[in-house]
């Protein structure tokens, strides 16, 4: 739970490089596999790191189908501090898509 503050932290000043090494994939799986077992303030922490690295996603990313499958499992959270936040994370890439000219069907 320490950990996850520590990147909420660092991503406020580095997110390209969290992004980078796969902090977004792992933080979603930390809370998909866990979600029972974290503090309400730690899957605030956990989201707020989701939805800042969410907006580094590229459409032509390699990681993009495991990005979207793991934001629909996210989104299926009947707790509002999950589903909510993810529900904007799917408008960011939708609005990154569509600025990037890419067809946003894949999501």
Do not use: W, Y
Request: proline share 4%; charged share 25%; aromatic share 2%.
């Amino acid at each position: 739970e320490q950990s996850v503050k520590i990147l909420e932290l660092a991503c406020a000043r580095e997110s390209d490089k969290l992004h980078e090494v796969g902090a977004l994939q792992s933080v979603m799986d930390l809370v998909i596999r866990h979600e029972a077992h974290l503090f309400k303030d730690t899957v605030k922490s956990c989201m707020s790191v989701v939805s800042r690295l969410v907006s580094r996603v590229e459409p032509n990313t390699s990681q993009l189908e495991a990005c979207v499958e793991s934001l629909s499992l996210l989104l299926q959270s009947t707790d509002q501090q999950i589903s909510d936040p993810t529900l904007k994370c799917f408008m960011t890439l939708a609005d990154r898509f569509v600025r990037r000219g890419h067809d946003p069907v894949p999501l």
